[in-house]
């Protein structure tokens, strides 16, 4: 995991080990989670979710269109290996794995406002996976020579963009943001049991 702690940030490392920190605390589900916030947090975060200011997840709609960009042109160069496949199969072969990654970059973003840490662990190993698979193409092109790689190329500045995106202030502070919110959800239910 260092290697992939090195090549996606030390910023977004970081947020994943708090993440895993704050679900232990959680799911103890004791008076220990008090000691994390307030009663005054949890009456503001206790609002309907219009009364509370909106937030800005454009971060996570910036770093969802980079990822499946580059998952695309992964997918292309990997089936553009494959000359000798029947149209049906060929169309099959980008479309399912495309409808799956889809629905993982939706979970992961669901479980993301929420608050879970699953949902940033979600894009930690989706950013990894896609950075080691773009670099790993690049170098069998280079060592098989023939095809082009300037849709590798473009895969990779898309996933260093996405890098900067999940190591940037705004990403972090929506990650915190959801995640406070769903701390004070527990422990207003932790101080509702006290009562």
Known sequence: MSLLSWLLGRVFCDLLQHGRETER????????LLAHTTPELERYFDKL??????Q??????????LLLVAFALNLLTLLQSMPNVAPPVHALSFFAPSLAMIMILM?????????FNAGLAGFFWLLGALLLLTVGQLIVGLIIGGGSSGALLLACALLAGARIVVNGRGFVLFVLYC?????TSVARGIRLRQK
Do not use: Q, Y
């Open 25 to 32: 605390l959680i799911a103890r589900k004791d008076a220990s």
């Open 49 to 54: 979710p219009t009364a509370l200011p909106r």
């Open 56 to 65: 800005n997840a454009f971060p996570v709609a910036i770093l969802l269109l």
């Open 107 to 115: 979970v992961s973003s669901f479980l993301l406002a929420r608050g």
């Open 179 to 183: 995640r406070t919110r769903r701390i």
